[in-house]
Protein backbone atom coordinates (compact mmCIF):
# COMPACT_ATOMS: atom_id res chain seq x y z
CA UNK A 1 0.00 0.00 0.00
CA UNK A 2 1.35 3.59 -0.96
CA UNK A 3 -0.27 6.72 0.62
CA UNK A 4 0.38 9.97 -1.03
CA UNK A 5 -0.19 13.43 0.75
CA UNK A 6 -0.66 17.02 -1.04
CA UNK A 7 -0.26 19.88 -0.13
CA UNK A 8 0.75 23.67 -0.68
CA UNK A 9 -2.88 24.60 -2.54
CA UNK A 10 -4.32 28.11 -1.56
CA UNK A 11 -5.83 31.12 -3.25
CA UNK A 12 -3.49 33.49 -5.31
CA UNK A 13 -4.51 36.59 -7.54
CA UNK A 14 -3.40 35.96 -11.50
CA UNK A 15 0.40 35.68 -12.44
CA UNK A 16 1.24 34.61 -8.95
CA UNK A 17 2.75 31.78 -7.87
CA UNK A 18 1.86 28.10 -5.96
CA UNK A 19 4.39 25.23 -5.00
CA UNK A 20 2.62 22.00 -4.40
CA UNK A 21 3.83 19.10 -2.36
CA UNK A 22 3.43 15.38 -2.50
CA UNK A 23 5.08 12.98 -0.22
CA UNK A 24 4.70 8.89 -0.76
CA UNK A 25 4.60 6.99 2.15
CA UNK A 26 4.26 2.60 2.49
CA UNK A 27 5.87 0.47 0.38
CA UNK A 28 7.08 1.83 -3.08
CA UNK A 29 8.43 0.30 -6.53
CA UNK A 30 12.08 0.16 -7.93
CA UNK A 31 10.74 2.09 -11.10
CA UNK A 32 7.61 4.46 -10.73
CA UNK A 33 6.32 8.09 -11.75
CA UNK A 34 4.40 10.28 -9.87
CA UNK A 35 2.14 12.81 -11.71
CA UNK A 36 0.21 16.12 -11.39
CA UNK A 37 -3.52 16.08 -12.36
CA UNK A 38 -6.03 18.52 -12.12
CA UNK A 39 -9.59 18.75 -12.00
CA UNK A 40 -12.25 21.64 -12.76
CA UNK A 41 -15.68 21.68 -11.42
CA UNK A 42 -17.95 19.91 -13.96
CA UNK A 43 -14.92 19.12 -16.08
CA UNK A 44 -12.76 15.99 -16.96
CA UNK A 45 -9.45 15.03 -14.44
CA UNK A 46 -6.67 15.78 -16.93
CA UNK A 47 -2.82 15.13 -16.79
CA UNK A 48 -0.71 18.52 -15.59
CA UNK A 49 2.80 16.83 -15.13
CA UNK A 50 4.71 13.61 -14.48
CA UNK A 51 8.39 12.82 -13.38
CA UNK A 52 10.20 9.33 -13.87
CA UNK A 53 11.84 8.68 -9.83
CA UNK A 54 14.66 6.51 -11.89
CA UNK A 55 15.90 8.90 -14.03
CA UNK A 56 14.24 12.38 -13.24
CA UNK A 57 12.37 12.08 -17.27
CA UNK A 58 9.89 15.61 -17.13
CA UNK A 59 6.57 15.62 -19.57
CA UNK A 60 4.11 18.38 -19.07
CA UNK A 61 0.74 18.99 -20.27
CA UNK A 62 0.79 21.66 -23.38
CA UNK A 63 -1.14 23.78 -21.06
CA UNK A 64 0.97 24.19 -18.62
CA UNK A 65 4.43 24.45 -20.44
CA UNK A 66 6.78 26.82 -19.68
CA UNK A 67 5.07 27.58 -16.69
CA UNK A 68 4.97 24.80 -14.16
CA UNK A 69 7.96 22.81 -13.40
CA UNK A 70 7.53 19.34 -11.77
CA UNK A 71 10.81 18.36 -9.24
CA UNK A 72 11.79 15.83 -7.06
CA UNK A 73 13.41 15.18 -3.88
CA UNK A 74 14.47 11.78 -3.36
CA UNK A 75 15.49 11.45 0.48
CA UNK A 76 12.14 12.72 1.44
CA UNK A 77 10.16 10.64 -1.42
CA UNK A 78 8.39 13.98 -2.18
CA UNK A 79 7.20 15.33 -5.28
CA UNK A 80 6.54 19.08 -6.13
CA UNK A 81 4.58 21.61 -8.49
CA UNK A 82 5.79 24.54 -8.86
CA UNK A 83 3.47 26.63 -10.69
CA UNK A 84 4.18 30.18 -11.63
CA UNK A 85 2.41 32.42 -14.23
CA UNK A 86 -0.75 31.56 -12.66
CA UNK A 87 -3.99 31.59 -14.75
CA UNK A 88 -8.10 31.85 -13.50
CA UNK A 89 -8.38 28.64 -15.64
CA UNK A 90 -6.03 27.00 -13.37
CA UNK A 91 -8.27 26.48 -10.99
CA UNK A 92 -9.20 23.50 -10.03
CA UNK A 93 -8.46 20.41 -7.27
CA UNK A 94 -4.53 18.96 -8.20
CA UNK A 95 -3.93 15.71 -7.50
CA UNK A 96 -0.95 13.82 -7.33
CA UNK A 97 -0.74 10.06 -8.36
CA UNK A 98 1.83 7.20 -8.83
CA UNK A 99 2.05 4.25 -10.42
CA UNK A 100 4.84 1.91 -11.78
CA UNK A 101 7.02 3.19 -14.80
CA UNK A 102 5.26 0.71 -17.14
CA UNK A 103 1.68 0.84 -16.07
CA UNK A 104 -0.55 2.86 -18.06
CA UNK A 105 -2.99 3.71 -15.37
CA UNK A 106 -1.74 5.42 -12.20
CA UNK A 107 -3.27 3.37 -8.98
CA UNK A 108 -2.58 5.59 -5.78
CA UNK A 109 -3.82 9.22 -5.56
CA UNK A 110 -3.97 11.65 -3.11
CA UNK A 111 -6.72 13.63 -1.31
CA UNK A 112 -6.34 16.70 -3.82
CA UNK A 113 -5.36 20.43 -2.88
CA UNK A 114 -7.47 23.17 -3.93
CA UNK A 115 -5.75 25.42 -6.23
CA UNK A 116 -7.83 29.27 -6.77
CA UNK A 117 -6.68 31.85 -9.17
CA UNK A 118 -8.36 34.79 -9.25
CA UNK A 119 -8.93 37.51 -11.87
Known amino acids: QVQLVESGGGLVQAGGSLRLSCTAS????????MGWFSQAPGKEREFVAA????????YYADSVKGRFTISRDNAKNTAYLQMNSLKPEDTAVYYC????????????WGQGTQVTVSS
Open 97 to 108: AAARTTSIKYDY
Open 51 to 58: IIWSDGSI
Open 26 to 33: GRTWSMYR
